[in-house]
């Protein structure tokens, strides 16, 4: 079952029921040292990922290092 969310402020139409399959979905290496994510303005612990649902409407940030300068 698909759901909208905002991820980083962009409406988006996602297939992931929990932060771990949409870090997946989006291609967000989970394992990066300095990967975090906030659900609704929480910051969601790393531990909670596999766990921690999405819900329609919900408004995720992905805060993820790119490297180069």
Not at 6 to 26: C, D, F, K
Not at 38 to 51: H, L, Q
């Amino acid at each position: 079952m698909s759901r909208v969310v905002r991820i980083n402020g962009e409406s988006r139409t996602i297939n992931a029921v929990t932060i771990m399959e949409l870090l997946r979905e989006e291609g967000v290496d989970e394992t990066a040292r300095f990967v975090a994510v906030a659900v609704n303005g929480a910051v969601a612990p790393r531990a909670d990922w596999t766990t921690r649902p999405l819900d329609d409407g919900d408004d995720v940030e992905i805060v993820n290092p790119v490297s180069g300068g």
